[in-house]
Every structure is written in structure tokens, then in C-alpha cells.
């Protein structure tokens, strides 16, 4: 019997760092052939190009396949499966594939359809991975103290609503093998802690977390976990599971804006962070243009935190919004003008 390749589901929260960490595994892959499956929520495939043009041989855009035709785990027939087909089919097949969701998937759908037939006997789920901002855990961006989220809701009537968010965080810690918590040089040790006690509370009991550090992991911790996860695949479940619900993204919405030159590059980031301040923006990624400059500049927004950094290829002036349905597009696009 041929051997099964491994892939590997990498999964997180939007702005977690997931694409930091792949770029980094990419370049130390060591002649190891990696497939990635690049999966973007939105009318823009960032990601998928950014990966692309690391700077890597291993990098080449013909080893990245993009979905953009919507959330990989609501199109797990229509684009994933056969687009594990055609990888399957490539001569020499891949080593390894790395699959990068987007961060409003639910990881369940997905490990589950690795126990199709087309798949099953072909492939394995060597590990599924979630990347979690450990600053933004820190900050209390997520409440998973059932005392605390029942205080609210007595003082709010309007945290009767389940929080989506909040479940798609939850719902990736517990499919996950392996917990990253990215960013860990951001936070002291003490909030350090609190964040591993949140990931206890909420991941397998089985998972492991790590800490990284600007994305940077050897790729021996990341590969070579051996979960086989799609033998229990049904076992691990998702707040949806529970609930007896459809999953769906009405709550989110994502546009494009063009992104006009800046002067500097503090002016850009400020730019994105007034945008970043209007209430439902979730997170603002894309390449814009600064002036003097023969690079683009690369934006990488999520909360309080704006990122830049000046990258080769691809085209800049187009920013890529996500947020929550009913946010104001116009305030938005006027922040970043």
C-alpha cells in the first residue's frame, strides 16, 4: 500500500499570524516539496500572494493553490476535494501539504472531509495547528470565564447573543494538536501564563501549545505530529455540533478598498489604524504605496496593532476589510483615503 502524504490544517484567529509562520516553515523546508492551500475570506487573495513571493524557491506560485470562492469549510466539496485531487495527481507528488485556513473557518468541516474516500486512503492529517495572538488574549479580546461572560450578559441584554467570534476561537483551540501562541515577545511572563491557562481551558486535552516568536518555529515541531486526525474526527467537536446549527458567516462581511499613495510610512500606518478604530473592523491587510519607494509596503492590521514592512512583487493600492455585517464602509474608506 502506498504511503499516506501528511498534511498539515493550520488554523487561527484573523490576524493571528498564520501566513508568518508557513513563510518561515517555507524557507526552512530543506528540499522538502510543501503544496499550500491558501484559503482567504474576502474578494482579495492577500495571502495566497504573499505567500508566494517569499523569496523562497520552495515558494514558487505554482506550489500555492488558492480558494477564494468562499470559507473552505462551507466548500469542502465544491473547491477542497478537488483541489486535493489535482495535488494528488501532480508528478512528483508533494511531500507535504499545508493547508492555511481563513480565519472565520471552522476546522471541524475540514478535518472531516480527509475521511472521504477520495482522500482518506491517500492522506493523513498529520496535525492540526491553531495560531493564537497571544497579545490580543492578553488584552481580554476573548472571554472564556463563564462568570465573567454571565456578569455581562445580566449587566447587556444584548450578550443573550452568542458571540461568533468568540465560538470560532473556542471551536479552533479545540480541534487543534498543536496550540501556537504567536507573539509570545509581546506579552511579560505573568500574561504569558494566563493566556496557556486560556488554551488549557479550551484545547484537547491531548494538544500541546508552544510559544513562537515572530513566526518562527523549526519546521520539526510544526511536521511530523503523526495525530492521524481524521480517525477522530467526529469526536472533535464544534460549538455547531452541540448546537445542532448551520455554520455561516452572515455575521462578517469583507470589500476592497483602493489605498491611495502615502507620504510616509507612519503616515500609512496611521491611516490604518483611525480605520482600525471604527467600530466592527476586524482587520485590514493588502499593499499600498509609499512615496520614494520601489517596494510596496506590506499592511498587516489586526485590533490596536498595525504591522508594515516593505516587500517585493505584487501590485500595491488595494487594502482588503473584514469585519462585522453592518459596519460603516464609507467611514472606513474615507480613513484610508
Not at 476535494?81 to 495535488?87: A, R, S, V, Y
Request: with cysteine; aromatic share 4%.
Amino acid at each position: 500500500m502506498t504511503e499516506r502524504i501528511p498534511a498539515t490544517i493550520v488554523t487561527g484567529f484573523l490576524g493571528a499570524g498564520k501566513t508568518t509562520l508557513i513563510r518561515n516553515l517555507i524557507a526552512r523546508s530543506n528540499g522538502r516539496r510543501i503544496a499550500l492551500i491558501v484559503n482567504e475570506f474576502g474578494d482579495m487573495g492577500f495571502d495566497g500572494e504573499l505567500l508566494s513571493d517569499c523569496g523562497d524557491d520552495e515558494c514558487r506560485p505554482d506550489t500555492v493553490v488558492e480558494l477564494t470562492n468562499g470559507c473552505i469549510c462551507c466548500t469542502v466539496a465544491d473547491d477542497f476535494l478537488p483541489t486535493m485531487e489535482m495535488l494528488l495527481a501532480r508528478d512528483p507528488a508533494p511531500d507535504h501539504i499545508v493547508i492555511e485556513t481563513s480565519g472565520l473557518a471552522l476546522p471541524q468541516p475540514l478535518v472531516r472531509a480527509f475521511t472521504w474516500p477520495s482522500v482518506r486512503h491517500r492522506v493523513t492529517i498529520d496535525g492540526v495547528v491553531t495560531v493564537v495572538d497571544a497579545a490580543a488574549v492578553a488584552g481580554g479580546r476573548f472571554a472564556h470565564d463563564e462568570a465573567a461572560v454571565a456578569a455581562q450578559r445580566a449587566e447587556d441584554p444584548s450578550l443573550d447573543h452568542e458571540d461568533p467570534i468568540e465560538e470560532l476561537f473556542e471551536d479552533q483551540l479545540s480541534c487543534a494538536d498543536l496550540v501556537v501562541l504567536s507573539k509570545a515577545d509581546l506579552v511579560d511572563a505573568a500574561a504569558l501564563a494566563e493566556v496557556e491557562a486560556v488554551v488549557r481551558r479550551e484545547a484537547r486535552p491531548a494538544a500541546r501549545s508552544v510559544r513562537s516568536e515572530r513566526g518562527v518555529l523549526a519546521p520539526e515541531i510544526l511536521l511530523g505530529i503523526g495525530a492521524a486526525a481524521e480517525d477522530d474526527a467526529f469526536e472533535r467537536k464544534s460549538h455547531h455540533d452541540f448546537e445542532g446549527e448551520e455554520h455561516d458567516h452572515d455575521d462578517f462581511d469583507s470589500f476592497v478598498v483602493a489605498s491611495p499613495s502615502a507620504e510616509t510610512l507612519e503616515g500609512l500606518q496611521a491611516r490604518v489604524a483611525r480605520a482600525m478604530a471604527i467600530p466592527g473592523v476586524l482587520r485590514i491587510k493588502g499593499r499600498a504605496s509609499v512615496a520614494g519607494k520601489p517596494m510596496p509596503a506590506i499592511v498587516q492590521a489586526v485590533g490596536p496593532r498595525v504591522e508594515t514592512y516593505f516587500a517585493t512583487g505584487g501590485a500595491a493600492g488595494r487594502l482588503v476589510v473584514i469585519g462585522e455585517r453592518g459596519l460603516d464602509r464609507a467611514a472606513v474608506e474615507a480613513a484610508l483615503g
